[in-house]
T-cell receptor, first 112, second 113 residues
Framework: SQTIHQWPATLVQPVGSPLSLECTVEGTSNPNLYWYRQAAGRGLQLLFYSVGIGQISSEVPQNLSASRPQDRQFILSSKKLLLSDSGFYLC???????????FGAGSRLTVL | GENVEQHPSTLSVQEGDSAVIKCTYSDSASNYFPWYKQELGKRPQLIIDIRSNVGEKKDQRIAVTLNKTAKHFSLHITETQPEDSAVYFCAAKSTGGSYIPTFGRGTSLIVHP
């Protein structure tokens, strides 16, 4: 079964600073990968998804970007953080062709 | 695209009572319906799922029912315990179309001892 690793677990950043959250997958190849954000109100907002290396689809226009430099690596970035970027970021993986999503432990970002 | 509505947003019950969370979906092509449980500060984890060729599925104290005609599905938790307190998410997905599940907004279940 696949395991999703995320880091850092907690991050406090000033407004205008850059961001890099990393997600790696263990136990499967060629997974579909997702970045979700949970702001106050607990809904899961899909930010980006990827079906393969270099293939990124964005669900909502925003201050963030994603990259997939390797099959099992998915990175969420920002050049300049906004206060509204604060939230709980979850990476999820899905074995290609399967249904179940497996989530990472999450990264809690606070922008001050 | 798919749209999933989930109700209620908050549910408060006494320990030992039953809890029911309901979801509706819009895309008749959806045929896979998972439920995830997210404890405070933790990751969502799959607790039960159902496919469209099944009307009901049980796993100990939890059960999920599906009404394809009405396009709604529900999570039932019996004999609730304080450790059932969490946010529960329903989702819908079509295996024939988009592989991306669409989530409901979540239900915060609080079980009072």
């Amino acid at each position: 079964s696949q395991t999703i690793h995320q880091w850092p677990a907690t991050l406090v950043q000033p407004v205008g600073s850059p961001l890099s959250l990393e997600c790696t997958v263990e136990g499967t190849s060629n997974p579909n990968l997702y970045w979700y954000r949970q702001a106050a109100g607990r809904g899961l907002q899909l930010l980006f998804y990827s079906v393969g290396i270099g293939q990124i689809s964005s669900e909502v226009p925003q201050n963030l970007s994603a990259s997939r430099p390797q099959d099992r690596q998915f990175i969420l970035s920002s050049k300049k953080l906004l206060l509204s970027d604060s939230g709980f970021y979850l990476c999820a993986g899905q074995v290609s062709g399967a249904n179940v999503l497996t989530f990472g432990a999450g990264s809690r970002l606070t922008v001050l | 695209g798919e749209n999933v509505e989930q109700h209620p947003s908050t549910l408060s019950v006494q320990e030992g009572d039953s809890a029911v969370i309901k979801c509706t979906y819009s895309d008749s092509a959806s045929n896979y319906f998972p439920w995830y449980k997210q404890e405070l500060g933790k990751r969502p984890q799959l607790i039960i799922d159902i496919r469209s060729n099944v009307g009901e599925k049980k796993d100990q104290r939890i059960a999920v029912t599906l009404n394809k005609t009405a396009k709604h599905f529900s999570l039932h938790i019996t004999e609730t315990q304080p450790e059932d307190s969490a946010v529960y998410f329903c989702a819908a997905k079509s295996t024939g179309g988009s592989y991306i599940p669409t989530f409901g907004r979540g239900t915060s279940l609080i079980v009072h001892p």
